[in-house]
């Protein structure tokens, strides 16, 4: 089982990485490990489906870049293999006079980015948007749109398979050794040798990276719970409805999305998992957890953001919270509105001294290149990511 690039991770970004790769490199010999059945089971499958425009993202970061180019690429994509999506425009709404100079902010890091037709709107303009909408100011942003992701990462592995590339299913990766230049990738399967190994495995991007370098951080993993609004309640939401988000944490807060597959999803909170791949309350896994509690980062984390960690998690057990932050934005909403949803978990890296990373980020050892960080917007700039990693993997093939 001898590759010359092999991929850790069958989600969005791997198989982005794949399929460039394979497309302007066909004559490489390219195998994509998977542990699961399918691809796009974790992150990429259990998001919210939001093509988004760049609006939050520091100009000049990577998260900006790639989630810019990476929009067009997808809009691209979409067109040309069929896969339905909408671009609906989306408004941020201020629902307190104190946020509007954060709304202010966000406007004009969006114009910096380049987002062409963000502008302010008035209260009348809000209402015909989003006519059930409350709030003292609002943005529109024209680019923002909908999209299954799941899938768009399943036409990304067949392209893949039909250029070439092969994909290894049920293949958990147990073991990296470097022999003479080259790579012995240990797995439940079989042992694959590799002259380069991309790691793109998510929510063990961290661990997976350790078995071949000495990386200091840890993958905090998040959950984010939805609700669903019940079909005859669905006409209260338009399109997507957003808050300002705070800026001192990396999430957007609760909000409305109109769903490509059909439906209206209300949220998500943000609370910790207590297992990686935790989609449930119940969900534990104890040295997981122990590991997560006992990394001096997070410890930072949770003395910082103890308040708001309180709420999310408050808000996660009880629905009538979770009600009354949805109100801010729908006060029509009422807890009878809503029905339980899916959940995703969010894999964020965070390193030793507490900072949550607020940047997709890419490490290049000798014989890895390791995606150790890209949450959201990572699926909407998934195919810009994989041109920049496998950018930097055929450099070591000229």
Known sequence: MKYDITIIGGGIVGLATGLHLIQQKPTLKIAILEKESKVALHQTGNNSGVIHSGLYYKPGSLKATNCIKGYHQLIKFCEEENIPFEITGKVVVATKQEQVPLLNNLLERGLQNGLVGSRKITLDELKEYEPYVQGVAALHIPQTGIVDYKRVAEAYAEKFEKLGGQIFFQTKVQGLKEINGETIVETSQHNYITKLVINCAGLYSDKIAKLSSKVDLKIIPFRGEYFKLKK????LVKNLIYPVPDPNFPFLGVHFTRMMKGGIEAGPNAVLAFKREGYKRTDVNFAELAETLAWPG????????????????????????????????????????LVDGGAGV???????????????????EPYAINVCNAPSPAATSSLSIGETVAGLALNRFK
């Open 232 to 235: 005859e309640k669905e006409y």
């Open 346 to 364: 969010r894999a964020q890296a965070c390193d030793r001294t507490g900072g949550l990373i607020d940047d997709f980020l890419i490490l290049e």
């Open 298 to 337: 997070f410890q930072k984390v949770a003395a910082k953001y103890w308040k708001t960690g309180l709420g999310e998690l408050y808000r996660s057990f009880s629905k009538a919270a979770f009600t009354k932050a949805l109100q801010e934005l729908i006060p029509d909403i009422q807890e009878s509105d």
